[in-house]
């Protein structure tokens, strides 16, 4: 055995790198991950499709990889194999990958094994994973694997289809089958019957189903319910459920909260020589609901075929195919239940048996990889126990493939024009692609280009770009990028990465750091935008893609768009004139929490997150941003008072920083922190209790503090406890950094300097107003202006503070170094014990404040392969809706639905129909009044305005003196001298919005007017 241990570190078995796999935790959880990092996996063939196995089970982060192949690297192997090099050709492929593979994550120990697998070897390892295995050898192993409860997969990819079979044992414990958050919700009432119906809070919908588990805290009246085994329900409406009998439970009182409890459930999997004759399936295109048992019988014709001669097909071989068919048939006669045989469909399995696709590698891959990670921990539904997948549709829709034009060339891309032709592969090789973001999908997406050769003919091209720069929490997923890596520009070290693992692209991809946006477009210009193919979104904010996308309509270019969250992922096709954009939709907002919630009433730990990331702004950020801009800016103080809902707050931010509690040591901070933490989590409490009692009622006679209200308590202070003194040590360091203070970490030094610290006793105080309602306009505590003047003129003046500037604390997430989510922990929890609800560790904090979106590798690689089958069809222009899919997976169920792509909306002016994609195409800088006698003379449509941005330029309400003397104007003086700037010289056409009326004198919806003036 040879392997690649170098540089490996050891992490104790519970820890877990959290700055490495933040991402990944937020989907697997530490108990998956744990489960993982015990786990060795064995991956049998180190082509396409195993290397991207191997790829992303490595980032998952298991116990250790072996990878095993004895074959020796070809030239057709590059087609898909990444990190295989000409260089390595006629060397053993296990050899010649595993150093690269050990690159991958330093926690995993990747070796190549080069003997015999025995029963012996295997027992070393808790899942076998074999890909681009005879039948034969796949029956011999998973017959040792069954019998010792080892988890066995098998893959395969053909061309444009892919199989996987999973056997995981005879009692496999799936412990959570969805990975969805458990659900909970408050309780209004429950009955005391037979029935035990809950009734959840009014506008509050459980979202439970028939046979779900719950249990209950917090109940009143009902108190054994409280300590209760699960409960199985029934589902009776939206807000509303059974738990079965609690007539001898007492009355329900108020309060409760119910809970989801997932219930464990085992699957029974039986070994692949039973299954190949009484198979389960699960489908990834309802579309193709019978293809799957016809595929069972296709792949083991093929096997049989390639055990009899010693190879595959040739390609597109008609004797060959005719061979496979006639199998297939005689295996489907043998099966317990014989399918018909589509014989078109399996032929084209053997014309493509020789094909080798990275795209169907990453697509298969990646789900064959979140299916060992299944394994190792029990998280998730696996795949129960075969699944089949094409991709049929990607093929070139009018070329005629004949065995002359799938041929081997010789080259690296032999893989590729097996399936699709050299025809195919030179309009491939010479296309000009924008990727827009170098991250996750933007390092899968350019590996795939990579190996396809996209871009790489004498007219093709690649553009990337991306702004960011390389963070530690993007190695986890980001497999181009390497730890010596950070700190450096994405889009660079991407294109520098896959031109290593392609040469042919060397001087054909070129890499910018500019975000694609209105103040770029100077560099991302008409020629730019009109010399695309088409362009590929790789984006994580939803105002860059629509901007995106809008480029993307004006220039009539494609768009591929496709997003991850943890392993769910989803893709859309954008085409020219078919159809919607992505800018047509829109996911509903996101709902925020009121404010009173937040203020004084918060019942989930959600609420507490959010209170303590505003109150981190409030504290760190916003004050010292408020200084700096009183000791810069001579009228910010005017300014400043001019703003009634704002001046009070921003006067004693400024003198608090400037008078009151400017520190001059360390211990100042400290005393601070712990003065923030009386204020917060026992003095205002202590007022909100004094408003409204425990005891307090409504005026219908109902208790204040029922329902979504909890009354809290005052907490007090406790250095010995960690959460105390972990928000003090927070405080007081951020403290210190907003004043350039030297910080420190030792929480005796803490325990002593807090000991000697008084705090002034505090008295609630009446008249003190509380927002109850959202709808109350509750004015913070007024402040008279005499007041709020004093303020200003105990300020130090601007000029005695020369050189002085303070360092606002800019939240960010993933620096653990820096106190931002330890002060939120700690004050979140601090506000989560006052009001009694459970608290969060510092991961999930993290995850909700950061507004982290849950990733990884698996589902990236998969959704990226979804979009390059896409672009298959992109790049052979098809032209047809039917044709092309949109996309939306979930790996954790695992679940898979293709649809048609929403065509683009029609409109009607006249008798003429226009979309999205169609606008008024004029030429030459017309007056104003040529304009609107050519809308009038060639489309019989009356212009009452026109504008240009927020230029209104005419309109039929104008005073006519203006209207006459506008209407001998050009657009472009007419533009220029209403916006008193003058058209760059590099814009070569103007978008101009217009109204208009139809000859009958109706109003009516028309597209644009693009104005080409250059």
Request: hydrophobic fraction near 40%; charge should be negative.
């Amino acid at each position: 055995m040879s392997s690649s241990m170098e540089g490996v570190q050891q992490a104790p078995v519970d820890a877990i790198d959290e700055g490495l796999y933040s991402r990944q935790l937020y989907v697997l959880g530490h108990k998956a991950m744990l489960a993982m990092s015990v786990s060795n996996v064995l991956i049998v063939g180190m082509k396409g499709l195993g290397v991207e196995i191997a790829k992303n089970v490595i980032l998952a982060g298991v116990k250790s990889v072996t990878i095993y192949d004895k074959g020796l690297a070809e030239i057709t192997d590059l087609s898909s194999q990444f990190y295989l090099q000409t260089s390595d050709i006629g060397k053993p492929r296990a050899q010649a990958t595993v150093s690269r593979l050990a690159e991958l994550n330093s926690y995993v120990p990747v070796s190549a094994f080069d003997g015999e697998l025995t029963e012996q070897e295997l027992l070393k390892y808790q899942v076998v994973v074999l890909t681009d295995v005879p039948l034969a050898e796949q029956l011999r192993v998973n017959e040792i694997t069954h019998k010792h409860g080892i988890k066995f997969i098998a893959s395969d990819i053909r061309g444009l289809f892919g199989s996987v079979f999973n056997d995981f044992g005879e009692e496999f414990v799936v412990n959570d089958q969805t990975g969805e958050e458990a659900i909970h919700g408050m309780v209004a009432g429950i009955s005391s019957d037979v029935d035990g119906l809950v009734t959840c809070l009014e506008d509050h919908r459980h979202g439970l189903e028939d046979g779900d588990f719950v249990t209950f805290q917090e109940v009143q009246g009902m108190e054994s319910l409280n300590q209760s085994t699960p409960r199985k329900i029934t589902v009776t409406g939206p807000y509303t459920f059974k738990i079965g009998d609690t007539s001898s439970l007492g009355i329900y009182k108020t309060g409760g909260i119910f809970t989801q409890v997932k219930q464990p459930k085992i699957l029974k999997f039986v070994p692949l020589r039973e299954s190949l004759v009484k198979p389960e399936f699960v489908y990834s295109d309802y579309a193709k609901f019978d293809r799957p048992a016809q595929l069972l019988s296709a792949f083991h014709a093929l096997d049989a075929f390639k055990a009899k001669h010693g190879f595959f097909p040739i390609p597109r071989h008609e004797a060959h195919a005719v061979e496979v068919l006639n199998n297939a048939i005689a295996i489907n006669a043998q099966n317990a239940s014989p399918v018909d045989l589509d014989e078109k469909l399996v032929k084209e399995l053997a014309y493509q048996a020789r094909g080798d696709l990275t795209p169907m590698a990453a697509v298969i891959g990646g789900l064959v990889a979140q299916e060992v990670l299944k394994a190792c921990s029990g998280k998730f539904t696996p795949i129960f126990q075969h699944l089949f997948f094409d991709s049929l549709e990607s093929l070139p829709a009018n070329s005629n493939l004949t065995e002359q034009s799938c041929r081997p060339q010789g080259t690296r891309y032999d893989g590729l024009i097996s399936v699709f032709g050299i025809e195919y592969f030179t309009k491939l090789s010479n296309a000009r692609q924008f990727l827009v973001g170098a991250g996750a999908i933007g390092c899968e997406m350019l590996k795939n280009w990579a190996m396809l050769g996209l871009g790489s003919g004498p007219n093709g091209y690649i553009y990337v770009t991306d702004m960011d720069t390389i963070e530690k929490s993007n190695l986890n997923r980001q497999f181009l990028f390497r730890p010596k890596d950070v700190g450096k520009l994405k889009s660079e070290c991407a294109a520098a990465a896959v031109a290593a693992m392609n040469p042919d692209l060397s001087g054909k991809i070129k890499s910018f750091a500019d975000r694609v946006g209105p103040e770029t477009e100077y560099i991302f210009g008409d020629d730019f935008w009109n010399g695309l193919t088409g362009v590929t979104n790789a984006l994580d904010n939803v105002d860059a893609r629509k901007y995106v996308d809008r480029r993307c309509v004006y220039y009539r270019k494609p768009l591929l768009e496709s997003g991850t969250l943890g392993t769910k992922g989803n893709t859309q096709v954008v085409l020219p004139f078919l159809t919607e954009s992505y800018s047509s939709s829109n996911d509903p907002p996101e709902k925020s929490i009121p404010i009173c919630t937040l203020k004084n009433f918060p019942n989930q730990i959600e609420h507490t997150i959010q209170w303590a990331r505003d109150k981190f702004d409030g504290l760190f950020r916003a004050p010292a941003e408020n200084v700096n801009l009183y000791l810069t800016q001579p009228n910010y103080i005017n300014t400043t008072l001019k703003e009634p809902g704002t001046a009070k707050d921003v006067i004693e931010g400024l003198h608090s920083f400037l008078v009151t509690d400017r520190p001059k040591s360390f211990e100042q901070c400290i005393a601070w922190g712990r003065l923030k933490f009386e204020e917060f989590h026992a003095n205002e409490i202590a007022q909100l209790l004094f408003n409204f009692p425990t005891d307090a009622v409504t005026s219908t006679g109902t208790p204040f503090w029922s329902g979504p209200k909890r009354a809290p308590t005052v907490l007090k202070f406790d250095a010995e406890d960690p959460n105390h003194l972990d928000y003090v040590i927070a405080a007081a360091n951020l403290h210190a950094f907003n004043f350039g203070l030297k910080g420190e970490r030792d929480p005796k030094y803490f325990k002593t300097v807090l000991a000697g610290i008084s705090v002034p006793k505090f008295e609630p105080r009446s008249g003190v107003k509380i927002q109850v309602q959202e709808n109350e306009n509750i004015q913070s505590q007024s402040t008279d202006a005499s007041e709020l003047q004093a303020l200003v003129d105990s300020l130090p003046s601007p000029a005695t503070l020369a050189g002085f500037k303070l360092h606002p604390c800019d939240f960010e997430k993933d620096d653990d170094s820096n106190f931002h989510i330890d002060f939120i922990t700690a004050a979140s929890n601090l506000r989560a014990s006052n009001y009694s609800i459970a608290t969060a560790d510092r991961l999930r904090t993290k995850f909700i404040a950061g507004k982290i979106i849950p990733a990884i590798a698996t589902t990236t690689a998969l959704v990226t392969g979804l979009v390059c089958l896409e672009l298959f069809k992109i790049i052979d222009g098809k032209t047809k809706l039917d044709d092309y899919k949109n996309g939306f997976v979930n790996l954790a169920l695992p679940f898979f639905g293709f649809s048609e792509p929403i065509a683009c909306p029609k409109f009607k002016y006249h008798d003429k129909e226009w979309t999205l994609w169609d606008r008024f195409d004029v030429h030459g800088n017309l007056t104003l009044k040529q304009l609107i006698d050519k809308f009038k003379d060639e489309h019989e449509l009356e212009i009452t305005m026109l504008s240009s941005g927020v230029s209104m330029l005419y309109s039929f309400f104008m005073q006519k003196a203006k209207r006459e003397e506008r209407l001998n104007m050009t657009i472009i003086d007419l533009i220029e001298s209403i916006s008193k700037k003058p058209v760059p010289s590099d814009v070569t056409a103007l978008v101009l919005e217009v109204c208009v009326n139809d000859r009958d004198g109706e109003d009516v919806e028309v597209p644009y007017v693009r104005i080409v003036v250059r």
